[in-house]
C-alpha cells in the first residue's frame, strides 16, 4: 500500500507534465483574448453548496462525491466540480457588485467516486469557464465559440459540436409531464437508475447510456419538443449567431446535461474514438444556480472540458507525443579536468534559458552519452581533450549523429541558434 497510488488517481511524470503545461499554456492565452480572468478556489467547500448548487437528485450528489467531517465537525466535500465553487466565490466577494458580466476561468483538479476508465479518474483535472450577470445569447454563442477555439488551439483534428436548449423550469413541467406519461409502460423494463430518476429528475432519462434504455425511449419526448416562446427565441438567437461565427453545430435532442442546475442552452464536445464515454467537454445555461446558493438573481453561462479527455483525444488522433522531458543540451566530458570547464558552460548555457546538464556520476564517455540518449536532449556538447586545448568545443546532434567543433566562447549562441525550430515539438503537436 505505501508504493501504490490509490485507485482512480494518477501520476503526471516529467515528460508528461510538458504536454499537460502546452495545454495550460494554450488555455491561458485564449482566454486572455476573449477577456477572461483566472479565478482559484479552494478544493473543497461545504458540502452543503454541493448539495442545494449541482442538486441532491444528481448521480454527483448522491452517489460521488468524497466527503467528509472537519475538527469543527462540519461537513465538507472536495469539489466535483467548479461552477458551484465559482458561483460561491463571486457571491461572497460581492462581484454582483462589480459592472457585469464577470468572465471567469478556472484551472485545477476536481474529484468523484467513480469507475475509472480510459481518460476518467477520480481525481481529475478541468478546464472552467463562467460568465455570470447577463441572460445574452450572445454570451452562449461566445462560449460555445471559445469551446470550439479550445478544440483547434489543443490540435484536435476531428470532433463534434452537439448542441440543444433543455428549457426554462416553466416549460420543464410540461415536458416532465409528457416524459413520465410516455414511459409509464415500459417503467418497469428500465434501469434502476431510470426508475429513480423518473420520481427525482425525469429528464436525465434521455441522458441515460444503457442500450435497452435508449431503445425504450427512443420515440420519447424531448426538452426542445417542449419551449415556451422565451426559450425557443433564446435557442434559435443562440444558432442563428453560432452560425454567423461559422461554428458547425448539430442539435441533440436528447442532450440533457447530467446536473441540475443547467437551464435553456446545453452543449457537449464529443470526440470519436477515445471510448464509449466519447465526450471530452460541455456546458449551458444556469440562470437560477445563484440566486439558488444565497445570492441575488443572477444568470449564467459556463462549460468545462476534461484535461485528461482532451489529452486522450490527442493521443489518439495525432499518436504518442515527441519526448518533452524538456532537456536541450547535455553536456559530456572526456576527462575529469574537463569537469570544472563543462560546469562553466553549463552555467552560461542555463543563464541563456537553454535546459541543460551534465554528468554527476563520474562515468565514462560512452556511459554519458547513453544517459543523453535517454535524456531526449537533441544536442550534445563534449568537452575536453585537444579542443579544449584549443578553446573549443564538439557539438553532436544526436538524431543525425552529426557533429562539429565550435569556439567554447561561442558555444552558448551557437547552441541557442541551432534549438530554434526544435522547441515547438509539444506545440505543433
Not at 476573449?34 to 442538486?55: A, K, M
Not at 434559435?236 to 442552452?265: C, I, N, P, S
Not at 464529443?270 to 460541455?282: D, K
Amino acid at each position: 500500500m505505501l508504493t501504490n497510488r490509490p485507485r482512480g488517481t494518477n501520476d503526471i511524470l516529467p515528460g508528461q507534465v510538458e504536454r499537460w503545461q502546452s495545454l495550460e499554456g494554450k488555455i491561458r492565452r485564449l482566454c486572455r483574448e476573449y477577456g477572461y480572468g483566472e479565478i482559484r478556489t479552494p478544493i473543497f467547500e461545504h458540502t452543503i453548496l454541493f448539495n442545494r448548487g449541482v442538486g441532491e437528485t444528481t448521480d454527483v450528489v448522491e452517489k460521488e462525491m468524497y466527503t467528509f467531517m472537519d475538527r469543527g465537525k462540519s461537513s465538507l466535500t472536495l469539489r466535483p466540480e467548479a461552477t458551484a465553487a465559482i458561483v460561491r466565490a463571486y457571491i461572497e466577494n460581492g462581484m454582483y457588485g462589480q459592472p457585469q458580466p464577470i468572465k471567469l476561468f478556472l484551472l485545477g483538479p476536481m474529484f468523484r467516486y467513480d469507475r475509472p476508465q480510459a481518460g476518467r479518474f477520480r481525481q481529475f483535472h478541468q478546464f472552467d469557464v463562467e460568465v455570470l450577470g447577463t441572460r445574452d445569447p450572445l454570451l452562449d454563442v461566445e462560449l460555445i465559440a471559445l469551446a470550439n477555439s479550445f478544440c483547434q488551439q489543443a490540435g484536435l483534428k476531428e470532433w463534434e459540436l452537439h448542441i440543444n436548449s433543455v428549457g426554462c423550469p416553466t416549460c420543464r413541467t410540461e415536458h416532465r409531464k409528457g416524459l413520465r406519461e410516455y414511459v409509464y409502460n415500459v417503467r418497469g423494463s428500465l434501469c434502476e437508475d431510470c426508475q429513480r430518476r423518473l420520481e427525482t429528475n425525469p429528464m436525465r432519462v434521455l441522458d441515460c447510456k444503457n442500450e435497452k434504455c435508449q431503445r425504450l425511449t427512443v420515440n420519447a419526448p424531448t426538452p426542445v419538443d417542449y419551449l415556451c416562446d422565451t426559450c425557443a427565441e433564446h435557442f434559435a438567437a443562440v444558432k442563428r449567431g453560432l452560425e454567423e461565427m461559422e461554428v458547425a453545430y448539430q442539435v441533440d435532442k436528447r442532450l440533457v446535461r447530467g446536473l441540475d442546475y443547467y437551464t435553456m442552452t446545453a452543449f457537449e464536445l464529443m470526440v470519436p474514438g477515445i471510448g464509449a464515454q466519447n465526450s471530452i467537454g460541455g456546458g449551458g445555461r444556469y440562470d437560477g444556480l445563484v440566486e439558488a446558493c444565497g445570492g441575488p438573481p443572477t444568470p449564467g453561462v459556463g462549460f468545462a472540458f476534461g484535461m485528461e479527455r482532451v489529452l486522450l483525444a490527442l493521443e489518439e488522433q495525432r499518436g504518442e507525443a515527441p519526448n518533452t522531458a524538456g532537456l536541450e543540451v547535455y553536456v559530456g566530458t572526456l576527462e575529469p579536468g574537463a569537469r570544472i570547464p563543462a560546469m562553466k558552460l553549463l552555467n552560461q548555457l542555463r543563464s541563456l534559458g537553454i535546459a541543460a546538464d551534465m554528468d554527476y556520476l563520474g562515468r565514462s564517455l560512452k556511459a554519458q552519452m547513453k544517459a543523453a540518449g535517454k535524456s531526449g536532449a537533441p544536442l550534445v556538447v563534449i568537452v575536453g581533450g585537444d579542443e579544449l586545448g584549443r578553446g573549443a568545443v564538439t557539438v553532436r546532434q544526436m538524431d543525425k549523429a552529426k557533429q562539429e567543433e565550435v569556439s567554447l566562447d561561442q558555444a552558448g549562441q551557437y547552441l541557442l541558434a541551432r534549438l530554434v525550430g526544435m522547441r515547438h515539438k509539444v506545440e505543433e503537436w
